[in-house]
C-alpha cells in the first residue's frame, strides 16, 4: 500500500491535492476490483477505526463499518450521547484518550471546529464523517462515481442545484481541483461560503477548471454532463424548514430540469432523499440516475481512504 498519505487527517478536500485524490481513485479501483472478484484485502488486520456520531446516518455507518469488516479491522459506533462527551468531558481530552487505543477516528459532527479539536487532540488519523461545513468522504465517492460513469474527470461539467451546503463545499472544492467546470444554482441568500468559492477559484486556475455561480437552476444545468442536488434541510436546520421548502420549490430536479442538461447526463444525490421535495421519483429511479451506485461506491471509496490513512 502506497504510504504517501499515512497518519494523515482528512477533514476536508482542501487537505488533499489532486494526485493525492487520483491515488485514493487507483486504489478504490483496485479494491472494488478485488472485492467483486472475491480476493481478500486484509489490509487492516488488527486496526480499529472509533466512528464518532452526533448525527443520524445510515450510509456513513454502515459502510464504514463494512468497509473496516471487509479490510480485516474491526469498528467500533460510538454514540455521541453515550459517551463522557455527554456530561462535559472536552472533545480535546476525548481525543486524546481515544488516541491511545484506536488506530483511526471518523466522526460525524454538528460544527466542524469539533472534527479540527478532535484531529488536533488526538495522534491518530481523524476523517470527517460529515460536518454542517463539508464531507469530504462524499465528495470523493461522487468524483469516483462519476469517473465509472463517464471515463475522465478533467473539462466535464457538474451542475449542481439547490443549497449551497456543506455537500456543495466537498464538490466545489474537489471539482475545481480535479479540473471539472462547477456550475451553480442556488438562491442569493444560499449560496457557498466565501472561503469555499475564494479557494475555489484558486484551485481552477492551476487545474483548468471552474466555478460559476448562477440564481437560475435552468442556466446551471444547460448542457452539464452531471446534475447533482442534495436536501434543502440539512441535519440541524430543522426549525428553518419551512421557510426553506418555499425558497427551494423552483430548484426540483426533475424530469424537464434534467432535460435542459446533456443528453446523455447522469443525476446523482448524495442520499437521503426527500423525493417530491429536491428530487422526483423519475430522475431517482430513471434511466440516467447513477444515485445507488454512489451510495455503493461509499463503501469502496472508504476503504481506499481507511487503507491509505491508517
Ligand atoms: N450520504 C450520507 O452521508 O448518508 P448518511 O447520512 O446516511 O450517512
Ligand atoms: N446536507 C445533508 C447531507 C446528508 C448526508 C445534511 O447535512 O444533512
Not at 120 to 144: K, M, R, W
Not at 154 to 166: E, F, H, M, Q
Not at 265 to 280: K, Q, V
Amino acid at each position: 500500500m502506497n504510504r504517501d498519505l499515512k497518519g494523515r487527517d482528512l477533514l476536508s478536500l482542501m487537505d488533499l491535492g489532486r494526485q493525492e485524490m487520483e491515488l485514493v481513485f487507483d486504489t478504490t479501483r483496485m479494491l472494488k476490483t478485488a472485492c467483486k472478484t472475491g480476493q481478500i484485502s486484509h489490509l487492516l488486520e488488527g486496526k480499529t477505526l472509533g466512528m464518532i456520531f452526533q448525527k443520524t446516518s445510515t450510509r456513513t455507518r454502515v459502510s464504514f463499518e463494512v468497509a473496516m469488516t471487509q479490510l480485516g479491522g474491526h469498528a467500533l459506533f460510538l454514540s455521541a450521547n453515550d459517551l463522557q462527551l455527554k456530561i462535559g468531558e472536552t472533545i480535546g481530552d476525548t481525543a486524546h484518550v481515544l488516541g491511545r487505543y484506536l488506530d483511526g477516528i471518523m466522526a460525524r459532527v454538528y460544527a466542524h471546529q469539533d472534527v479540527v479539536d478532535l484531529a488536533a487532540g488526538s495522534e491518530v488519523p481523524v476523517i470527517n464523517g460529515l460536518s454542517d461545513f463539508t464531507h469530504p468522504c462524499q465528495g470523493l465517492t461522487d468524483f469516483y462515481t462519476v469517473l465509472e460513469h463517464k471515463g475522465k474527470l478533467a473539462g466535464l461539467t457538474l451542475a449542481y442545484v439547490g443549497d449551497g451546503n456543506n455537500v456543495a463545499h466537498s464538490l466545489i472544492l474537489g471539482g475545481t481541483k480535479l479540473g471539472l467546470h462547477i456550475r451553480l444554482g442556488t438562491p442569493s441568500h444560499f449560496r457557498p461560503a466565501e472561503l469555499v468559492v475564494l479557494r475555489a477559484n484558486e484551485y481552477a486556475r492551476d487545474s483548468g477548471g471552474s466555478l460559476e455561480i448562477f440564481n437560475d437552476p435552468q442556466q446551471a444545468v444547460s448542457g452539464a454532463d452531471v446534475v447533482y442536488t442534495d436536501t434543502w434541510v440539512s441535519m440541524g436546520q430543522e426549525k428553518e424548514k419551512e421557510e426553506r421548502l418555499k425558497v427551494f420549490t423552483p430548484y426540483q430536479l426533475n424530469q424537464q430540469l434534467l432535460a435542459q442538461a446533456s443528453h446523455n447526463a447522469i443525476a446523482m444525490h448524495c442520499l437521503p432523499a426527500h423525493r417530491g421535495l429536491e428530487i422526483t421519483d423519475e430522475v431517482i429511479d430513471g434511466p440516467q440516475s447513477a444515485i445507488f451506485d454512489q451510495a455503493e461506491n461509499r463503501l469502496h471509496v472508504q476503504k481506499a481512504i481507511l487503507a491509505l490513512l491508517l
